[in-house]
């Protein structure tokens, strides 16, 4: 079904959203919220296949997924943290999808995303031999990040809070970056939403 597919995409939507009160992945964003504005982007990404892993909230966020070509997978776990999220979502691409060469990872709360910075990474994988390509933003490097094949079973032993970031720093000879300017700016708190409607 999937002949052409070469690329997964995992958007983790399963946090809580603690600090926010609400699940923030549902906050209103530019006529839409912020998980549909992932989601949106993410299917402009020409051969990938979208996987929405949820958790807190997911029957909300089911029923705003209606009508988007997506999978949805649902973590039990999700409490336990990002890590089984992650593992959650690639385990899934890679008995559907076991051919794929990279998997990306997204979160919802990165309102600035656009799919030519999903593009942008995997150019970067088709130009380069490094095995990870990751987001450079404000001194930092993270989410979006895309790692090739030869990641996915540490991505599928993640566990707990152990998020992209440990494999990142554990393989730094083995990353290259790629320009996310507005990539630090998240959706945190009441105040960064009303911040982000500002502008």
């Known amino acids: 079904m999937y002949v052409n597919t070469k690329y997964g995409v995992v958007i983790l939507a399963a946090g809580n959203s603690s600090r926010m009160g609400k699940p923030k992945q549902l906050l209103d964003?530019?006529?839409?919220?912020?998980?549909?504005?992932?989601?949106?982007?993410?299917?402009?990404?020409?051969?990938?296949?979208?996987?929405?892993?949820?958790?807190?909230?997911?029957?909300?966020?089911?029923?705003?997924?209606a009508g988007r070509s997506v999978t949805i997978q649902y973590n039990a776990e999700w409490e336990s943290g990002m890590g089984s999220s992650i593992r959650t979502g690639v385990t899934d691409l890679i008995v559907t999808h076991p051919f794929l060469e990279a998997i990306l990872i997204i979160v919802c709360d990165q309102p600035f995303l656009t799919s030519g910075i999903l593009s942008a990474l995997v150019d970067g994988y088709l130009s380069t031999d490094k095995g990870i390509v990751a987001s450079a933003y404000q001194d930092n490097i993270g989410t979006p990040v895309l790692f090739t094949s030869k990641y996915f079973?540490?991505?599928?032993?993640?566990?707990?809070?152990?998020?992209a970031k440990k494999i990142i720093r554990q393989n730094m000879d083995d990353v290259t970056t790629k320009p996310f300017p507005l990539g630090g700016v998240d959706i945190d708190t009441q105040e960064d939403y009303l911040k982000l409607l500002a502008q």
């Open 29 to 65: 964003y530019k006529d839409s919220t912020l998980l549909l504005h992932a989601v949106d982007q993410s299917l402009e990404l020409p051969d990938a296949v979208v996987i929405v892993v949820t958790g807190a909230s997911n029957e909300l966020i089911e029923e705003q997924l």
């Open 153 to 163: 079973d540490e991505l599928m032993n993640l566990a707990g809070e152990e998020g």
